[in-house]
């Protein structure tokens, strides 16, 4: 009698936005210096759909959207570092399903690089690595794949490499992340802001607060909610600044983009806010996500 194939591993994936996040200079490798602070949400998320395999093929990766299963893919990246580094390679079955949009600043692909990451380490047994390896190795994928070996908020330095984890500050808030129709290259912004910077006249160009009586910032941590992405991506994607400016008008506490863009988020008090944002953002074709904090 054929004994039936184990059920996959599952591995949910979450997604991150960047509360605070400002380029402070160029190293001389052209790499750009950040201090950020990361916070994880749940949605949107991806599915990852894990199975060992007897095919002596190390890893077979297929994803519900095609074109991202080839071996550019971070999940495919991630499991040649990690055979690279340890000697563990296994047969695996991966499926890959995509709910985090691309070009969105979320992090999707560096979260599912590092559940792959986890996995492997996880399974490797006399080839594991300790936690500082795993990060350093992660490091090497992108700049924000350690961030989500970890399981909550926290402020990043260097490339965004380095992490110090905080308390969760934003506990009982709910976000609003919204997406329109418009994606963004990360290499493309970073190559905007350098030419942003090398003739900015020191006029911030960022939106931080709700318009109305109040000029108080939101605060995190005594730090503004903003994003020195924002500067470029604004004037070349008018729409992703009318999306930051519907959600102040929504009642969000604070917006702004995510990462390099183009997903906007917003803080909101309470859930049932927050949910009519939503609805009047989905009503207006956008693509929209809300997680409690």
Known sequence: MTQAPAPPVILRTRCKINLFLKIVGVRPDGYHELVTLFHPVSEPHDILKVRPEQSGRGLVLTCSEPDLAGPDNLVAKAYRAFAARTGSAPDLGIELIKGAPSGAGL???SADAAAVLRYLNDTAEDFALS???LRALAARLGADVPFFLGEGPAWATGVGERLRPVD???RGFFVVIAKGDEGVSTAWAYREWDTLAESRTGRNPLLTTPPGPSTEPFCVSGMRVANSF?????????????LKERL???GASAAAM??????VFGLFRSRDRAEQAAQALEAQSFDVWTSAL
């Open 107 to 109: 992090g999707g692909g």
């Open 131 to 133: 936690e500082p390896e």
């Open 168 to 170: 969760n500050m934003l």
């Open 230 to 242: 924002e500067a470029v991506i604004f004037p070349a994607r008018p729409k992703v600044r009318t």
């Open 248 to 250: 102040l008008a929504l």
């Open 258 to 263: 995510s990462g390099s863009g183009a997903a």
